[in-house]
């Protein structure tokens, strides 16, 4: 399929694609606004500090992670509280923050929820750090007094007591909460979810019609069938009258010489109305010609109609009436009656063997508009 039948197809179902298109944009919008429930997020930040640069980073967050993430898992079954460390290729100074999320139907809720879990893992990480600082005093003062015992003048004793103490200084570490001062509406807004669908709507619908037409293959323009059928297209919906144009041709083509023409459509209805314009037509140029409805009447009335001047009998598709078989056998000129996108160049086959078979060709085609 090229662009250009793409952009025809589109015109000739734009109608179809704008509806699809809209209908997805508001079941999305009402969906949202009123049956979904609205989800917030509320954030807050943990930063741990050390001025004195004694402990890394890496031993800090260590700490840190491991806590906060079980105090996320403590919250209230109506808040969703989640931890996230540094990314990676994170600066310095944002490998030291923690942030936590707090996701939820209430706002406010979601606001004290995620603010109470990061300052309980800052109280308890705080705790944590003064008792290893504790700990590690106890542990200097134990070392000072065996220095001092086994004697403190000798240096290598005293380098080598030296090295085996931790020297790390923890009453320095500061753990900083930025608590979240509001919530902010998370998940996809109504009017964004609407715009989602109707792109949504739109490709869908396009697809949808391209797959109908690959199937369907409908007949689009008077080129396509002329190519296809290699008949000539005798009238086509314009200005001018369908029924001038093709009395103009018939005419011309059998000068005159015409008392029975058979219009045959290709589906049901789609030859009554173009075989009253042809009689019209041919009544302006002064020739008595009537219209004939077949619709299952049978030959016996078809032939006693209109039987002293040009006869059009508006015939039944094939496959609906087999009489239409003798009605074209009998006519002096066959005419194919071809609705623009409602008919496909596939029952468009199927009839032309059907008439090659009863040694039957057509003169043409009258291409009608897809009323």
Not at 114 to 123: F, P, R, S, Y
């Amino acid at each position: 399929m090229t662009f250009l039948d793409l952009a025809r197809l589109i015109r000739h179902y734009w109608i179809a694609v704008v509806a699809a298109s809209l209908v997805c944009a508001l079941t999305a919008f009402g969906v949202s606004a009123v049956i979904v429930s609205p989800k917030y997020e509320a954030t807050a930040t943990l930063t741990s500090t050390d001025p004195s640069g004694n402990v890394a980073a890496d031993v800090l967050m260590s700490t840190v992670t491991p806590l906060a993430q079980q105090i996320a898992a403590e919250a209230p079954e109506s808040v969703t509280i989640t931890v996230k460390g540094p990314k990676s290729g994170a600066t310095a100074a944002e490998l030291r923050v923690l942030t936590f999320s707090a996701e939820g139907g209430d706002a406010d809720e979601c606001v004290a929820a995620v603010n109470a879990a990061a300052q309980e893992t800052a109280d308890r990480v705080e705790a944590i750090f003064l008792e290893l600082e504790e700990n590690q005093s106890l542990k200097r003062e134990g070392a000072r007094e065996i220095l001092g015992e086994i004697g403190g003048d000798d240096p290598k004793t005293e380098a080598l007591l030296e090295a085996i103490i931790i020297d790390r200084e923890y009453s320095h570490c500061a753990f900083i909460v930025d608590e979240a001062t509001q919530a902010e509406k998370g998940g996809v807004s109504a009017p964004k979810l609407a715009l989602i669908a109707l792109l949504g709507g739109l490709v869908l619908s396009v697809v949808v019609i391209i797959v109908s037409d690959l199937v369907k293959r409908p007949i689009k323009t008077r080129e396509e069938i002329e190519a296809y059928s290699g008949l000539p297209v005798l009238s086509w919906p314009a200005a001018a009258g369908e029924g001038q144009m093709l009395w103009a041709n018939l005419s011309v083509k059998f000068d005159g010489g015409l008392s029975d023409i058979a219009m045959l459509p290709l589906s049901a209805g789609g030859s009554l109305g173009i075989a009253d314009a042809l009689c019209a037509a041919a009544k302006d140029c002064g020739i008595d010609a009537s219209a004939v409805p077949m619709e299952n009447a049978g030959l016996a009335q078809i032939e006693s109609e209109g039987a002293d001047g040009l006869k059009v009998v508006a015939c039944q598709p094939i496959e609906c009436d087999a009489s239409s078989v003798y009605c074209v056998r009998r006519a002096d000129a066959v005419v194919l009656c071809v609705r623009l996108w409602k008919d496909g160049l596939d029952k468009l086959d199927d009839v032309l063997k059907e008439l090659d078979a009863v040694d039957v060709r057509p003169v043409g085609v009258a291409l009608l508009a897809d009323r």
